[in-house]
């Protein structure tokens, strides 16, 4: 969305008055409220108003935009200019992205997660995928690895989630399955609500959606060491408002990048872990731990085929996906 000058300005270019430069407002479609999801957002804009003193600001909107699955295609038709969304609310139009959101990589840290997702993110295939909806990946949103809270008898073996209705997205959904549990795809949203009619008797949720969506307010069980994966949920813009923006304020937005995810990162492993076991507590809630052959049997029915029908499904599709799937999992092994 390019930027038009005022009328006052036009009239002062055509008399010969020097004008000042207009300043520079973007429009950003978030959802839910202000927490440590979108720390990154709201530090960015912080540091961008700081770095142009005013004549850039990015104008955060909670839900009033955009619904939050609609966020990639509001964003296609410059109905805003940066939005954040999950790539699993829609693999079909972010298919790239999605390697990043199979089960049991075995991703260790916040601080990894992000070096992944930009390494995913300047593949030429992602930036390409993207494209098709004019937008441009401008940083993660990275999340630990999702646990489970649920309501009724906890469960006490992976057994116990033979039929099972559970909110999981993406590759925490196949991972899921592969247990018997009967997986749920539905945005942050909707899911208090789900919980409440029993539509779904459990949800995965990295630690601060638990609390900020209300699933520990009536759960009472959660599992301590699942971590079947995260999902990916990337911050993009509008690539013709980025294209329209001045040396000085692309400067500023791209340069306030990796403060912003600094600041997320202490936040999130800060203040919100710090928050978390207390929160439980509080409410009572029992912690499942599962043996450690449990997990591996965990991991061997889920991983490998999520990520063969993973490649398979989206080769077809015309996507290098060996080429993504070896980038994250090579990046993984050198790490560890």
């Known amino acids: 969305m390019k930027n038009f000058m005022n009328r006052a300005a036009i009239a002062a270019l055509a008399t010969g008055i020097a004008t000042t430069a207009v300043a520079e407002e973007w429009n950003v479609s978030l959802w839910g409220s202000p927490r440590a999801f979108t720390a990154h957002v709201e530090k960015l804009a912080e540091l961008v108003a700081e770095k142009t003193d005013g004549e850039f600001t990015l104008n955060i909107s909670y839900g009033g935009l955009s619904n939050n699955r609609e966020n990639l ?53 992602t ?52 247990v018997g549990a009967v997986p749920t795809s539905m945005s942050a949203t909707e899911v208090r609500q789900a919980m409440d009619s029993g539509v779904v008797k459990a949800v995965s ?13 009536n759960g009472t069980w959660w599992t301590t060491n699942l971590n079947p994966g995260t999902v990916n949920c990337p911050v993009v813009v509008n690539s013709d408002a980025l294209d329209g923006l001045s040396d000085e304020h692309r400067d500023a937005l791209l340069g306030s990048v990796d403060e912003a995810l600094d600041h997320y990162i202490a936040n999130y492993n800060g203040n919100t872990m710090e928050a978390w076991a207390p929160a439980l507590e509080e409410r009572g809630i029992t912690q499942v731990t599962f043996a450690g052959e449990e997990i591996e049997a965990f991991k061997e029915a889920a991983a490998a085929p999520a990520a063969a029908a993973w490649i398979e499904q989206n080769t077809a599709a015309g996507l290098p996906a060996q080429e993504l799937y070896d980038l994250v999992t090579g990046l993984i092994a050198d790490a560890n």
């Open 127 to 178: 930036a390409a995928d993207l494209g098709r909806w004019n937008a441009t990946l401008l940083m993660p949103s990275p999340l630990p690895q999702y646990n489970i809270v649920g309501v009724g008898d906890a469960p006490s073996t992976l057994a116990d989630f033979e039929g099972l209705s559970v909110r999981a997205t993406g590759g925490i959904g196949a991972a899921m399955e592969a």
């Open 205 to 217: 949720f990295a630690p601060h959606a638990h609390m900020s969506f209300g699933t520990i307010e």
């Open 73 to 125: 295609d509001g964003i296609s038709i410059g109905a805003f200019e940066m939005a954040q969304f999950c790539a699993g609310y829609h693999r079909d139009k972010n298919p790239s992205i999605t390697v990043l959101e199979l089960p049991f990589l075995g991703v260790a840290s916040l601080e990894q997660e992000v070096e992944l997702s930009m390494a995913v993110y300047s593949h030429p295939a």
